[in-house]
């Protein structure tokens, strides 16, 4: 049951609009999955998303997933497409849709997502903190300059979502380290060690085959 068309539309409140159009195997007419995604499941949308583009940035595509309340996706690595399953109520409906056009259809809502989240109260301190982070040393593995790059990049895009959010929490310990200017440097530390950690698992498969795999976003 591949999917035709699959779009993503945002709107005001952060929260978006998720649909695709599908023909049944077997069956005549185009069917339609459709649903709302709050804002924090938007997040957990884009994060799934980044992780898929990290892994493929990685040369390390793996099978992941992520569920929000009536809808999830996953991730078919030797398929190259993602499975997308709507539950209400009794309903359900499924299909698949290549990898190619969900990264497409999702790449404005990745912008939006690091726009808010770089706007946010403690966004543009963690953007600078995770500027300065050196690189981590494991990405060294990788084969290419450029390749390394763009894992770099996606690395620091999971790291500024999962740091706001980590900073928006009542009673944050991450908040309280960034308001104190005695406690910049352990702000900074909390921020180069997630995302060395990030890293950390990222290429360990390249080392160690039995290894966890890279993190792959869950709601």
Do not use: N
Not at 82 to 89: F, H
Not at 148 to 175: D, K, P
Not at 188 to 206: D, F, N, T
């Amino acid at each position: 049951m591949p999917a035709k068309i699959f779009s993503m539309e945002a709107r005001a409140d952060g929260s978006a609009r998720l649909a695709l159009k599908f023909k049944p195997a077997g069956r005549s007419g185009i069917q339609r999955i459709s649903c709302d995604v709050p804002p924090e499941g938007l997040v957990q949308l884009v994060l799934f998303t980044e992780a898929l583009c990290l892994r493929a940035a990685a040369g390390l595509p793996a099978a992941s997933e992520v569920a929000l309340e009536g809808l999830a996706l996953s991730f078919d690595p030797d398929r190259q497409d993602i499975l997308v399953e709507r539950q209400a109520g009794y309903s359900q409906q499924s299909a698949r849709l290549p990898a190619g056009s969900f990264l497409s259809g999702m790449a404005a809502m990745t912008e939006i997502c690091i726009a808010r989240a770089e706007a946010s109260k403690h966004g543009q301190d963690l953007k600078a903190l995770l500027a300065g982070c050196p690189a981590p040393d494991g990405l060294a593995a990788l084969p290419a300059r450029d390749e390394a790059e763009q894992v770099l990049h996606h690395l620091r895009e999971i790291a500024l979502l999962l740091l706001t959010q980590e900073a928006a929490a009542r009673g944050s310990a991450l908040a309280r380290k960034l308001r104190g200017k005695k406690s910049r440097d352990q702000a900074e530390e909390s921020v180069r060690s997630l995302l060395h950690g990030l890293a950390a698992e990222l290429v360990a498969p390249r080392e160690a085959p039995s290894a966890t795999p890279a993190p792959a976003a869950e709601a």
